[in-house]
T-cell receptor, first 115, second 117 residues
């Protein structure tokens, strides 16, 4: 069974500081991994996805994530936080289960950016 | 670009009342999903539809029914609402195409915020 663990339900960073949001996965097969962002009162939007083509994945809004198989991790980073980055971030893992794409979401990390 | 549209955006019900949440997508996607989002629990799958004419239970289906009316529309019905069903409900769709495509992301609507008193 696949699972995703996001360490830290709340993360606070100062504007301009490094953003690091942690995600560890468990999957019996090579995983497909996603990061989504959710702004207040909106649905989830895709930030980036890992599909085995490259271990370092670049997404929208300056975010990137690195797939590390040895650590079963897919942490999300951004060099310099902006106020507009304040949102909730979800890591998700996808594989085939029972004939359909089963997506398991983490419990989310709320990012606060302090001016 | 409408994407995935959910109606209504907000709803307050009394215990025991019924209602249907509507979802429509204009991206010609085969697969559609209903999730509920509760604080600290992430998203939990209620039902999904891999293609038009098929529906299957997710991890929390009790108290809900769904209908895949056509390729565009996937509705979620609460027959007898309970306070435990107070939540934010999200519909999503995905381009599954022919064969398996694990890397296709899901596209989400903006949610329906449902309160049951």
């Amino acid at each position: 069974a696949q699972s995703v663990t996001q360490l830290g339900s709340h993360v606070s960073v100062s504007e301009g500081a490094l953003v690091l949001l942690r995600c560890n996965y468990s999957s019996s097969v090579p995983p497909y991994l996603f990061w989504y962002v959710q702004y207040p009162n909106q649905g989830l939007q895709l930030l980036l996805k890992y599909t085995s083509a490259a271990t370092l994945v670049k997404g929208i809004n300056g975010f990137e994530a690195e797939f590390k198989k040895s650590e079963t991790s897919f942490h999300l980073t951004k060099p310099s936080a902006h106020m507009s980055d304040a949102a909730e971030y979800f890591c998700a893992v996808s594989d085939l289960s029972g004939g359909y794409q089963k997506v398991t979401f983490g419990t989310g990390t709320k990012l606060q950016v302090i001016p | 670009n409408a994407g995935v549209t959910q109606t209504p955006k907000f709803q307050v019900l009394k215990t025991g009342q019924s209602m249907t949440l509507q979802c429509a997508q204009d991206m010609n996607h085969n697969s559609m999903y209903w999730y509920r989002q509760d604080p600290g629990m992430g998203l939990r799958l209620i039902y999904y539809s891999a293609s038009e004419g098929t529906t299957d239970k997710g991890e929390v289906p009790n108290g809900y029914n769904v209908s895949r009316l056509n390729k565009r529309e996937f509705s979620l019905r609460l027959e007898s609402a309970a306070p435990s069903q107070t939540s934010v409900y999200f519909c999503a769709s995905r381009n599954s195409g022919t064969g398996v495509s694990f890397d296709q992301p899901q596209h989400f609507g903006d949610g329906t915020r449902l309160s049951i008193l």
